[in-house]
């Protein structure tokens, strides 16, 4: 079990109000990530859930009970953290069975979750390591496996990736992504990277300036998302907005398109503009096109014959156009 549901939940730091009177229903099983820029209020929406904060009103119901006010260690829920807090005079197996000691758990018992916990993790030929001698990934999935062996209702990741280099980050994403196969229990993920978001979550909230603009599956967000700020968040590069006449032409106000719904031509188009620089990734290339509507970015796949300072023609995918209002809301289809 571990559903959790929000019920009008807000919080002020004295008269700064934080988060707004907020509703979200998060279902047993569910890999939902909080994402949007720092500052949003993601995080402390997270220590709110944990118990590490108090609400200044509403509820928190976890498997239909009131914990609102209850200490985190009666909440079931298991939180791991930006920086790993393991104790470096411990070895990996009295780390993650430090939790099960100071509740007063059998050595025997202890021992037996955490090998279980360890094979999960593929922690086992580590146990009798201390974290110094551990890369910062395998302190990671320590991190985690000291949460694994309380079996909570719920997991709490607050950014937990933020401190490893880019190539571990992946991998560390698959491998929390396989957890939650595995363990099918509910987790809740914070995270200002919009691509961890995009590639984990069953279901992503959107957050902006403590309120949700939006919450949806990833392909939900990426195909209809219902206003500027979340269609300018999700998706990377960033949706390119025009405004003035190609967005009047449309009856709207802004005209936004992906970069990668754009066709690109050296003979005609739509649109027409001079590449400023081009970005050539391998599997893709990233133009940076200077338009008399603005600066506008574009992404092919693969290698494209084109250079910096060539006149290029632009077309936009018609079916993947968004339109939206002046009050930066989406116009419905």
Known sequence: MGKIVLKDVTKSFNDVNVIPP???????GEFVVFVGPSGCGKSTLLRLIAGLEDTSSGHIMI???DATNMSPSDRGLAMVFQSYALYPHMTVEKNMGFPLKMAGMSASNIEEKVKAAAETLNLTQYL???PGQLSGGQRQRVAIGRAIVRQPSAFLFDEPLSNLDAALRVTMR?????LHQKLKSTMIYVTHDQVEAM???DKIVVFNAGNIEQVGTPVELYRTPKNMFVAGFIGSPKMNFLTGEVAVKHGATTLGIRPEHIDVSAE????????VLGEHLG???YFYIDTEMGAITVRQSGEVGFKNGDRIFL???????HLFDEQGVRISD
């Open 199 to 201: 590639t984990m979550a």
């Open 268 to 275: 005609q188009g739509e649109w027409e503009g001079t590449i």
């Open 315 to 321: 077309t936009p995918q018609a079916n993947m156009i």
């Open 22 to 28: 907020l509703n979200l229903e998060i279902n047993d």
């Open 63 to 65: 498997d239909e009970k």
């Open 128 to 130: 009798d390591r201390k």
């Open 174 to 178: 698959l491998e929390i992504s396989e």
């Open 283 to 285: 599997s893709d290339t």
